[in-house]
């Protein structure tokens, strides 16, 4: 149930509150009052499109919020797919509008306007004269019937769609395979391609890392080699080498230490680094020829490289991702092998599934035409009830040359509202205001199967008066039993049925024309009544008239109630 409505700079409207109640909420007002105002704040709430101009001029922004009350499974469960907590079913809902676009928040979470549109779609049905005018196309028709006995048909309908679902997939996995046969010879063969050179080239885990190891290495060892055999000779191998010199030392420092003992010293000295000298010269050398320069080890390398690499261009950024892509590619190769195979058992579980559709879909136009025949006394009486004394209703069943997501059915609703006229299409005979009656008719009719607990009726006056209009009057009384109920009116007979009325009033303040609404008491409902009757002009006679229908009013409620 929508609790509150509250506005903030909206068009002609500074700020308001307005507190709704059960049953039927009558809202009224002389005409530019700002009733479409309220109207558009709350499609604004729900999800419609808001233009900047909407914000009230000279304001930084606009809002509108809507506060409901729910303890429908399908929105709790909504809410708590998207994570937005509910307390006690609590949900306020709040459009901020401003110059550069607006931000929508459920319970103070941020949602997009995908999610606002379909939890307000499971919580208020608003009809407008665009909504009346939907009842023109015949898609909708067959929505109003399955609503009509969710009971038996929701429960086959997702077990079609389910079906549905998975023979489409099927199909679109058997188109995939419906190749001509010489491109699935083209295709196989290139697989095969590329399967024997991912083969031949007999790649192993972690090979391309050692080998560009030992290529940067090789890559150095020729100048490696030419810098340590300069090395090698300037210390061993010239004629004026440092280890000719030391020998050298060694033979001088032995004749003197003849002459001094002391020196002794220095010619250990000298035969330590002697020691040294050729040790080192020993493994230098040993190192040179361990490690001279392959060029054929070199090229190999270099080669298989290259190899890989080119491998990485085609099929991976490394060695693990090229054996990912070859078995996908050998299993799909495996699947074109079994070409034949694979086709056949397709088609098999096409035709079992298929077989399956049919069921279902037989079974839901079943239940679909059960609950139309059914749906079809309502609606009649529904509308005798709003003054269409000799109408004809059918729902009209028509079998499509195929299958499609909602079943076979073609549904259409027929009409005749003049005796000896056959029944045709409600666009080639109903008119606008007509079109706002058969819209409640079906409301009515459809009132217990549905799920929705706030409707809104915008202009559901349209061209009507007198006992049309109390008729009118009449139903939505009965409708406001089992759903809440919000309607703008000009007509007396229907504000008179009200179970809470709210005034709409244009004024001046400060120099600027500002919109405002307030509940009205029984008393000012009885005056604003009388208004409706009347016009500006109210007398003694107009109030009895007024105080006349409002407790006419009661007593139909009550007896209906009763």
Same mark, same amino acid.
């Given at each position: 149930?929508?609790?509150?409505?509250?506005?903030?700079?909206?068009?002609?409207?500074?700020?308001?509150?307005?507190?709704?109640?059960?049953?039927?909420?009558?809202?009224?007002?002389?005409?530019?009052?700002?009733?479409?105002?309220?109207?558009?704040?709350?499609?604004?709430?729900?999800?419609?499109?808001?233009?900047?101009?909407?914000?009230?001029?000279?304001?930084?922004?606009?809002?509108?919020?809507?506060?409901?009350?729910?303890?429908?499974?399908?929105?709790?469960?909504?809410?708590?797919?998207?994570?937005?907590?509910?307390?006690?079913?609590?949900?306020?809902?709040?459009?901020?509008?401003?110059?550069?676009?607006?931000?929508?928040?459920?319970?103070?979470?941020?949602?997009?306007?995908?999610?606002?549109?379909?939890?307000?779609?499971?919580?208020?049905?608003?009809?407008?004269?665009?909504?009346?005018?939907?009842?023109?196309?015949?898609?909708?028709?067959?929505?109003?019937?399955?609503?009509?006995?969710?009971?038996?048909?929701?429960?086959?309908?997702?077990?079609?769609?389910?079906?549905?679902?998975?023979?489409?997939?099927?199909?679109?996995?058997?188109?995939?395979?419906?190749?001509?046969?010489?491109?699935?010879?083209?295709?196989?063969?290139?697989?095969?391609?590329?399967?024997?050179?991912?083969?031949?080239?007999?790649?192993?885990?972690?090979?391309?890392?050692?080998?560009?190891?030992?290529?940067?290495?090789?890559?150095?060892?020729?100048?490696?080699?030419?810098?340590?055999?300069?090395?090698?000779?300037?210390?061993?191998?010239?004629?004026?080498?440092?280890?000719?010199?030391?020998?050298?030392?060694?033979?001088?420092?032995?004749?003197?230490?003849?002459?001094?003992?002391?020196?002794?010293?220095?010619?250990?000295?000298?035969?330590?680094?002697?020691?040294?000298?050729?040790?080192?010269?020993?493994?230098?050398?040993?190192?040179?020829?361990?490690?001279?320069?392959?060029?054929?080890?070199?090229?190999?390398?270099?080669?298989?490289?290259?190899?890989?690499?080119?491998?990485? @261009?085609?099929?991976? #950024?490394?060695? &693990? /991702?090229?054996? =990912?892509?070859?078995? $996908?590619? !050998?299993?799909? %190769?495996?699947?074109?092998?079994?070409?034949?195979?694979?086709?056949?058992?397709?088609?098999?579980?096409?035709?079992?599934?298929? @077989?399956?559709?049919? #069921?279902?879909? &037989? /079974?839901?136009? =079943?239940?679909?035409? $059960?609950? !139309?025949?059914? %749906?079809?006394?309502?609606?009649?009486?529904?509308?005798?009830?709003?003054?269409?004394?000799?109408?004809?209703?059918?729902?009209?069943?028509?079998?499509?040359?195929?299958?499609?997501?909602?079943?076979?059915?073609?549904?259409?609703?027929?009409?005749?509202?003049?005796?000896?006229?056959?029944?045709?299409?409600?666009?080639?005979?109903?008119?606008?205001?007509?079109?706002?009656?058969?819209?409640?008719?079906?409301?009515?009719?459809?009132?217990?199967?549905?799920?929705?607990?706030?409707?809104?009726?915008?202009?559901?006056?349209?061209?009507?008066?007198?006992?049309?209009?109390?008729?009118?009057?009449?139903?939505?009384?009965?409708?406001?039993?089992?759903?809440?109920?919000?309607?703008?009116?000009?007509?007396?007979?229907?504000?008179?049925?009200?179970?809470?009325?709210?005034?709409?009033?244009?004024?001046?303040?400060?120099?600027?024309?500002?919109?405002?609404?307030?509940?009205?008491?029984?008393?000012?409902?009885?005056?604003?009544?009388?208004?409706?009757?009347?016009?500006?002009?109210?007398?003694?006679?107009?109030?009895?008239?007024?105080?006349?229908?409002?407790?006419?009013?009661?007593?139909?409620?009550?007896?209906?109630?009763?």
């Amino acid at each position: 149930m929508l609790k509150n409505v509250h506005l903030k700079d909206l068009a002609l409207i500074r700020e308001a509150d307005i507190d709704f109640d059960p049953g039927l909420n009558i809202l009224t007002g002389e005409t530019g009052a700002g009733k479409s105002i309220i109207i558009g704040s709350i499609n604004i709430a729900l999800g419609d499109k808001a233009s900047k101009s909407f914000i009230r001029s000279g304001a930084d922004f606009g809002l509108v919020e809507l506060l409901f009350t729910s303890r429908d499974e399908r929105v709790l469960s909504l809410l708590a797919s998207n994570e937005i907590p509910a307390e006690d079913g609590t949900i306020l809902i709040s459009r901020k509008l401003t110059p550069d676009g607006s931000t929508t928040r459920i319970n103070g979470t941020s949602v997009t306007l995908t999610t606002l549109r379909t939890l307000t779609s499971l919580m208020v049905d608003i009809h407008g004269q665009h909504d009346h005018q939907s009842l023109l196309n015949p898609a909708r028709h067959l929505e109003i019937v399955d609503e009509f006995g969710r009971g038996t048909i929701l429960p086959l309908k997702d077990a079609f769609h389910s079906c549905y679902q998975e023979y489409k997939s099927l199909r679109k996995t058997y188109q995939s395979f419906n190749q001509d046969p010489e491109e699935l010879k083209k295709e196989m063969a290139f697989l095969e391609y590329e399967l024997k050179e991912i083969e031949e080239a007999a790649l192993k885990p972690g090979e391309d890392t050692l080998l560009e190891a030992e290529y940067k290495k090789l890559s150095g060892a020729e100048r490696v080699t030419q810098g340590l055999m300069k090395l090698k000779s300037s210390l061993f191998d010239a004629a004026d080498c440092a280890a000719n010199r030391i020998s050298d030392g060694m033979k001088e420092l032995s004749s003197l230490t003849a002459l001094d003992p002391d020196l002794k010293v220095f010619s250990d000295y000298l035969m330590d680094l002697d020691s040294i000298s050729r040790d080192f010269g020993h493994e230098l050398s040993h190192y040179i020829d361990s490690n001279a320069f392959n060029e054929e080890r070199y090229q190999a390398v270099h080669q298989r490289l290259n190899e890989i690499n080119r491998l990485k @261009s085609k099929y991976g #950024q490394d060695l &693990s /991702q090229i054996q =990912d892509y070859y078995e $996908k590619q !050998a299993a799909h %190769l495996r699947e074109l092998q079994d070409y034949s195979a694979h086709k056949a058992d397709l088609i098999k579980q096409m035709e079992s599934v298929r @077989s399956r559709v049919n #069921q279902f879909a &037989s /079974q839901l136009s =079943d239940e679909r035409k $059960k609950a !139309a025949s059914s %749906l079809e006394q309502q609606i009649i009486r529904n509308l005798q009830d709003l003054n269409f004394l000799d109408v004809s209703f059918q729902i009209h069943f028509e079998k499509a040359d195929k299958i499609y997501e909602h079943g076979f059915d073609r549904v259409e609703f027929l009409i005749s509202t003049n005796p000896g006229e056959p029944v045709r299409p409600l666009i080639k005979v109903a008119s606008g205001g007509e079109l706002s009656r058969i819209m409640l008719a079906i409301k009515s009719s459809t009132a217990s199967s549905d799920q929705i607990g706030t409707m809104i009726f915008d202009e559901i006056d349209t061209g009507i008066s007198g006992r049309t209009a109390q008729k009118v009057a009449e139903k939505l009384g009965t409708l406001s039993r089992e759903h809440q109920l919000i309607c703008i009116t000009h007509l007396p007979q229907i504000a008179a049925m009200a179970d809470t009325h709210f005034s709409i009033e244009k004024s001046v303040r400060d120099g600027s024309t500002i919109s405002g609404i307030r509940k009205l008491n029984r008393p000012d409902s009885i005056i604003e009544l009388a208004r409706l009757l009347s016009g500006s002009e109210i007398t003694e006679s107009t109030l009895q008239n007024a105080e006349e229908m409002k407790l006419s009013a009661r007593r139909l409620k009550d007896s209906v109630r009763s």
